[in-house]
Every structure is written in structure tokens, then in C-alpha cells.
């Protein structure tokens, strides 16, 4: 997640495997007597290819749409600046006891920028950093949800982020942009059913789209789960350390906006039930499905 200090083009930083192709060549046995029966031309099968592109159409159709967006750094300086200004979130835009300041966008801004913010990242490394993260959490969310429920579910995450953002940064007149809070939210999601037996994180995984759809534990079975209670602990404090330690730092151009971080995270936790559709299973049996030989680590 990016901050940008307003009237500067700074930014304040909040922040298949393509399996080898096999052909085998399976050669017709010859019979040792010619005489008796013909010689048949070698016969070659091709073993079935997987596909070079494994990510599902949504994440990939997702990661293009930000790598597009990000060709904006291309455009001179001040439309750069409008741009992060009309489609960045901007906390004063909220603030009524500053009629007189003008920032661009209007009144729609006030609506699509909890949005918007999330497809704008300030350079290369920002935007790779977060596509790094949806690759695996965000792959097995889209196989999960299908592409409609994923677009929304990352739209609901970044809105979810952006008023964590308002709330704790009220007066901030500096625009913030980046997906984080969105890939947040799908990691929050996707540990919901990342450690099941035969999910993506489990020793025991199935095949993609199968580890996927494993039946997802209820919230109380999985706050009990050490593995996601561990996760939870590493995220939290990875997001706390580098957010509260950039802060003063250098406070022209480095500031990390963790409170969004943990309000789409805690979104993705906690309405993640409301977009999957896969059919949970009861809490006894959850205890059953969960186990792995992870449990013993």
C-alpha cells in the first residue's frame, strides 16, 4: 500500500509450473518372424500437455488489468498526479470542515476511489510485490469462487481497506493506492481452508482445482487450527513491524498503511462464508477432514 504526500510527486510506501513437455515415443514391438506378420511403423502417443498459463483466467485477467493500469508512469508527470489524485484514496475528501479545498474527482470520487486506490500502485516493485502474494492465495480464491465472485470479493477487501484507512488517517491529505489490502483479504480467505487435507497448503494436496474446493473449516474451528493461528501471529506482526518501524523513517517519502492491510484483511476473514460456494461440513466432522501430517509439526 502507497502514500503520495499531496503537490509532490513523491510516494510515501505503505506499502505451471510448466510441466516438461513429454513425448513418448512407444515403439510397436517387431515379431521376430517377419515371414509371419508385417513390420508396423513406430506408433508415438503424446502424453497429455499442461497448460504454460496455469492461473485461473480471473487472477491472470487481474494481473494484466494492474500491469495495463500501470503503463499511467508513462504519462507526463501532472496527468500521472491527477490521475493518483482522481482515482487515489484520499482521506480529506471526507473531511467537511474543509469545503474550500478542492481536490480533483468531485463528488464521484468520494465513491469509486474505495476502489479504484487498489489498481494503482506507484512503481514496479509495488505491484510486483503484491501479485507475488496473489499468486499463490489468490489462485486458489479465484479456482474457488469463479471470476465474478472473485472481482467482487477483491472489490469488497480493497473498500474494506480503504475505510480502516479513513477511520485511523482521518485528515490525511495524501492518496493512498496499492491492491494490498485486496491481497490481504484473500490470504485472510484462503487460510480458511489453505491447511484441510488435500488443500494447497496441506502435505497431503490434491490437484489444483480439487485443493481448492476442499470444504472450508468454520471460523471457531480454525482460530483453533495451530497452523492458522500461527499464520495469523507472522502476518499480524510482519504488518505491525514494517508498518509502525517505517513510520519516521523518512517522512517524505516512506509510510506504510497497515491499518488498511488489516482491514481488508479482517474482511476477507470474516465475510469470506459470504462468497464461497462451496457447502461447509459440521464442526465435527471439520476436526475429522483437517487432519494432515502436518498436525504432528
Known sequence: MHLREAGKGDYLQAVAPIASESEAALDSPQDSSPQDSPVLPAVSEEAPREPILTLPVALTAYIVLLAVIHLRVLLPPEIENWTIDVFGFIPKRYDSSLLNLQIPGGAGAKVWTFVTYSLLHANLTHLGFNV??????????????????????LAVTAAAGALAHLVTHEHAVAPMIGASASVSGAMAAAIRFAFVRGSFLSFSRSDADTAAKVPALPLSRALRDGRVVG??????GVNIIFGVGAI???AETTSVAWQAHIGGFFAGLLLFALFDPVPRVRSDVADASSQDVSDRI
Open 132 to 153: 507475488l502474494w496473489l499468486l499463490p492465495f489468490g489462485s486458489a480464491l479465484a479456482r474457488r469462487f469463479g471470476a465474478i465472485r472473485f472481482f467482487v470479493f
Open 231 to 236: 499464520f495469523l501471529a507472522v502476518w499480524f
Open 248 to 250: 519516521g523513517v523518512d
